[in-house]
């Protein structure tokens, strides 16, 4: 069963920030932070990991709580691309373990124009 | 450019006609893994593959077979096709775990319709 808690959905408008949240308050030392999203049928995508500190790439940034039981992603200016559901995963993988990720229902974001 | 690539991206076959769904990935990763989609129950994973010549079957094998003989290569074979198996088919693949835990990389997709 998935680990994190995210809310079924989330508007957001064209050129604002999104800020997509994601409980995990069961996390364990060892297990990073993912994000994938996934546009209509197409394959997910990822968008950015971390462990404890903060996180930002080309896509997006990610801010887990010092206490690692919550994070959010940020999306700094959506565009309607952006529109998909966005999964956050727990998950470590061992040397040698089976790398399955557990995808949830994630969060519908829709970017209106 | 860094890919995972699935075919057939549309199959519409009939039920017992044995079928094979290519994955390739040319990233040089050790990890490979299928999984299918459906409405209401998420993605969940069929088979996986550490590295060449080892497969162990993930949540939902039944009616799957797979083989990794080259590190790039990894089918995913339904030897008779049932109407259950009617989904969207993904592959990814990876570098194995460990302290870097790589993210996975996704195909495009393969949508199976059996009749």
């Known amino acids: 069963d998935a680990k994190t808690t995210q809310p079924p959905s989330m508007d957001c408008a064209e050129g604002r920030a999104a800020n997509l949240p994601c409980n995990h308050s069961?996390?364990?030392?060892?297990?990073?932070v993912y994000w994938y999203r996934q546009i209509h049928s197409q394959g997910p995508q990822y968008i950015i990991h971390?462990?404890?500190n903060n996180e930002t790439n080309e896509m997006a940034s990610l801010i887990i709580t010092e206490d690692r039981k919550s994070s959010t992603l940020i999306l700094p200016h959506a565009t309607l691309r952006d529109t998909a559901v966005y999964y956050c995963?727990?998950?470590?993988?061992?040397?040698?373990?089976?790398?399955?990720?557990?995808f949830g229902k994630g969060t519908k974001l829709t970017v209106n124009p | 450019e860094a890919q995972v690539t699935q075919n057939p991206r549309y199959l519409i076959t009939v039920t017992g006609k044995k079928l094979t769904v290519t994955c390739s990935q040319n990233?040089?990763?050790?990890?490979m893994s299928w999984y299918r989609q459906d409405p209401g129950l998420g993605l969940r994973q069929i088979y996986y593959?550490?590295?060449?010549?080892?497969?162990d079957k993930g949540d939902v094998p039944e009616g799957y077979k797979v083989s990794r003989k080259e590190k790039r290569n990894f089918p995913l074979i339904l030897e008779s096709p049932s109407p259950n198996q009617t989904s969207l088919y993904f592959c990814?693949?990876?570098?194995?775990?460990?302290?870097?835990?790589?993210?996975?990389?996704f195909g495009d997709g393969t949508r199976l319709s059996i009749l």
């Open positions: 990814a693949s990876s570098f194995t775990g460990g302290h870097s835990n790589q993210p996975q990389h």
């Open positions: 069961t996390i364990s030392g060892n297990e990073y």
């Open positions: 971390g462990l404890k």
């Open positions: 995963i727990v998950r470590f993988s061992p040397q040698g373990g089976s790398e399955k990720l557990v």
């Open positions: 990233m040089n990763h050790e990890y």
């Open positions: 593959s550490m590295n060449v010549e080892v497969t």
